[in-house]
């Protein structure tokens, strides 16, 4: 049982430089998540997804974006890597919104921005 | 605004003695507490949740946490640390109705000594 897969798990990326991390979840959760963990600080929502073709702004999204096409997938773009987007983050999914669902965590990505 | 407080960046205990690790929070409403749980290189696990009811709540691995309302407190406990314990805790929290998301505290290392 993968649960939720996250690809890469390590990156280097150049100032400027593009990317997209990928998750996914084989769980059939329609919401899910991604965070950004910085040393030393809690998890900050980056973007959430409500369903397929439905996503929303969390505490940080400036400098990222999100597409929802399908349940399973929510990938997450960088189009203009800079220092400030180094942290590791990681991607979740619920079954549903209520505020006392357990979130499902894959084991994240670690990027650097240099 | 909904925020969590982790006074500790550090505790440290012997194996077999009794361990807490502390959270306070703060919210407008009624509060969604939760406690989740990072081993090296992996995504966040969950280990209980408080929702309502019984303000002694156990969970998985031998924890449980008591919520305290007056104190705003809800402080993660074991009777019995081991070793295998030592990893990053993390309280969070979220206060209901329209809030999908949770808001994380900035976290706990425990160290289990042997």
């Known amino acids: 049982n993968a649960g939720v897969t996250q690809t890469p798990k390590f990156r280097i990326l150049k100032i400027g430089q593009s990317m997209t991390l990928q998750c996914t979840q084989d769980?059939?959760?329609?919401?899910m998540y991604w965070y950004r963990q910085d040393p030393g600080m809690g998890l900050k929502l980056i973007y959430y997804s409500v369903g397929a073709g439905i996503t929303d702004k969390g505490e940080v999204p400036n400098g990222y974006n999100v597409s929802r096409s399908t349940t399973e997938d929510f990938p997450l773009r960088l189009e203009l890597a800079a220092p400030s987007q180094t942290s590791v983050y990681f991607c979740?999914?619920?079954?549903?919104?209520?505020?006392?669902?357990?979130?499902?965590f894959g084991a994240g990505t670690r990027l650097s921005v240099l | 605004a909904q925020s969590v407080a982790q006074p500790e960046d550090q505790v440290n205990v012997a194996e077999g003695n009794p361990l807490t690790v502390k959270c306070t929070y703060s919210?407008?409403?009624?509060?969604?507490l939760f406690w989740y749980v990072q081993y090296p290189n992996r995504g966040l696990q969950f280990l209980l949740k408080y929702i309502t009811g019984d303000n002694l709540v156990k969970g998985s691995y031998g924890f449980e946490a008591e919520f305290n309302k007056s104190q705003t407190s809800f402080h993660l406990k074991k009777p019995s640390a081991l070793v295998s314990d030592s990893a990053l805790y993390f309280c969070a929290v979220s206060e209901g109705t329209g809030r999908r998301a949770l808001t994380f505290g900035s976290g706990t290392r425990l160290q289990v000594q042997p």
């Open positions: 979740a999914s619920s079954y549903s919104d209520r505020v006392e669902n357990i979130q499902y």
């Open positions: 919210v407008s409403g009624n509060p969604y």
């Open positions: 769980m059939n959760h329609n919401y």
